[in-house]
């Protein structure tokens, strides 16, 4: 077994807590401390790292919407400085193999707070981005889980994300058009949840078509 982030080879320590397990380990030690994941407390919404019930976030969408379409996001991991260049070798360097190395934590997170038979919708990208990237990085997060995926949203705004600032993002107009009747459950899935934008922009659609529930399960927490 190698290490999906440093390739390093790793041993399997063989303990009575380990002789049956026969899962394939995606990160070494060192690679595994650094990643980060989310403590507690946080907003029981969106995961952000607060005092308060709900945050500041969570409470703008609420105001600005009337009612958030959002039931909840769960993410896994902070967003420290390791983590930003996992992703940038992930998105922008064209390293799909380090998907991988979250694989374990995503199925654990998913069986935690969902129940199975439920459809994911993976962010679209615009045409351009895959072109430029090669993949969808949020429907490489998704077929880890090996559940039925749902299909029927594109992606109109062209725009990167990364390129607005907060406020931009908060009110920009919803970049997504819906092509087919969603299902009643669909938990959203991306990489990076940040102002909750693109996801709730995507559940504002979807809840107006006739789903019933909608979550997410986002990889890290800005």
């Known amino acids: 077994m190698h290490c999906k982030i440093c390739l390093q080879s790793i041993e399997k320590d063989t ?9 394939e380990r995606t990160l070494c030690l060192s690679c595994d401390e650094q990643l980060e994941k989310i403590r507690e407390p946080t907003c029981k919404k969106c995961m952000k790292r607060t005092e308060e019930k709900l945050c500041s976030d969570c409470m ?3 105001q600005h919407l009337g009612e958030d379409p959002l039931d909840r996001n769960i ?20 390293d799909y193999e380090i998907v991988y ?13 969902f129940s199975k038979g439920i459809h994911l919708l993976p962010i679209p990208l615009a045409e351009s981005r895959i072109f430029d990237r090669g993949f ?13 995926l749902f299909a029927g949203m594109i992606r109109t705004g ?26 009643e459950n ?7 949840f940040t102002t909750g934008s693109t996801v709730r922009f995507a559940a504002q659609l979807l809840k107006k078509a006739g789903a019933k529930c909608v979550s997410s399960l986002t990889l890290v927490r800005s």
Do not use: C
């Not at 669909?186 to 990076?192: F, N, Y």
């Open 136 to 148: 969808n990085q949020a429907e490489a997060l998704a077929r880890l889980l090996d559940q039925p």
């Open 15 to 23: 303990t009575w807590s380990t002789l049956f397990d026969f899962r």
């Open 60 to 62: 703008f969408w609420e």
């Open 75 to 94: 993410s896994i991991y902070t967003y420290n400085e390791y983590m930003k260049e996992m992703m940038s070798r992930f998105k922008y360097r064209g």
């Open 158 to 183: 062209q725009e990167k994300q990364s390129k607005r600032t907060k406020w931009e993002r908060l009110s920009a107009k919803n970049p997504f058009e819906l092509i087919e009747t969603p299902p």
């Open 101 to 113: 190395a979250w694989k374990d934590s995503f199925q654990q997170a998913f069986h935690a707070h």
């Open 186 to 192: 669909v938990i959203i899935i991306d990489d990076l």
